[in-house]
């Protein structure tokens, strides 16, 4: 019942997303996702290279 005025906020939001005009950095945001991006991949690459099931050989014998 007390939606009305979250709804028309959410409206209000969207419409200003959507029709005003942003200046966006294209270069710096290259660059954020190209530094981010490879450091994340190494430490990914990492966490799955890892045998989560190593130290239980020992509780098995």
Same mark, same amino acid.
């Given at each position: 019942?007390?939606?009305?005025?979250?709804?028309?906020?959410?409206?209000?939001?969207? #419409? +200003? $997303?959507?029709? =005003? /005009?942003? &200046?966006?950095?294209?270069?710096?945001?290259? #660059? +954020? $996702?190209?530094? =981010? /991006?490879? &450091?994340?991949?190494?430490?990914?690459?990492? #966490?799955?290279?890892?045998?989560?099931?190593?130290?239980?050989?020992?509780?098995?014998?």
């Amino acid at each position: 019942m007390g939606r009305g005025r979250a709804k028309a906020k959410q409206t209000k939001v969207a #419409r +200003e $997303l959507k029709y =005003s /005009s942003h &200046d966006t950095d294209f270069d710096a945001l290259q #660059r +954020e $996702l190209s530094s =981010s /991006s490879s &450091d994340d991949r190494h430490e990914d690459d990492k #966490r799955y290279d890892e045998d989560p099931y190593d130290g239980y050989d020992e509780y098995r014998r």
